[in-house]
Nanobody, 123 residues
Framework: VQVLQSGGGSVQSGESLRLSCIVSGRTSGESSMGWYRQAPGHRCEVVAM???????YYTDSVKGRFTISQDDAKTTFYLQMDSLKLDDTATYYCAAPAGPPRCTTGYSSGAWWGQGTQVTVSS
């Protein structure tokens, strides 16, 4: 299984970014995935998760601003981030399947993780 992230960058407060995550090589059945982030000095946290039935979970701080989605093949996942705030600055990771927050790369605790991408929001 390979997980490849793209997107991210530096924006000003109020602007938008979209992160993408391509998951390849996964066997049939498992289709959940999650987005996570870790800011310097902070613990890794779940940002959003997409369950196999298509329902989404969002951490409270991003509700109404972030949207998690997937393509029809369930191999590419997105995190649309609107109305970005300074507190959204962090390294963002995707992982498949969704699970506990680790903010790591490679394979860990039953999940495959992307390489991480930096999102920086400035005023």
């Amino acid at each position: 299984v390979q997980v490849l992230q793209s997107g991210g960058g530096s924006v000003q407060s109020g602007e938008s970014l979209r992160l993408s995550c391509i998951v390849s090589g996964r066997t049939s059945g498992e289709s959940s995935m999650g987005w996570y982030r870790q800011a310097p000095g902070h613990r890794c946290e779940v940002v959003a998760m997409l369950k196999p039935d298509g329902t989404a979970y969002y951490t409270d701080s991003v509700k109404g601003r972030f949207t998690i989605s997937q393509d029809d093949a369930k191999t590419t996942f997105y995190l649309q981030m609107d109305s970005l705030k300074l507190d959204d600055t962090a390294t963002y990771y995707c992982a498949a399947p969704a699970g506990p927050p680790r903010c790591t790369t490679g394979y860990s605790s039953g999940a495959w993780w992307g390489q991480g991408t930096q999102v920086t929001v400035s005023s």
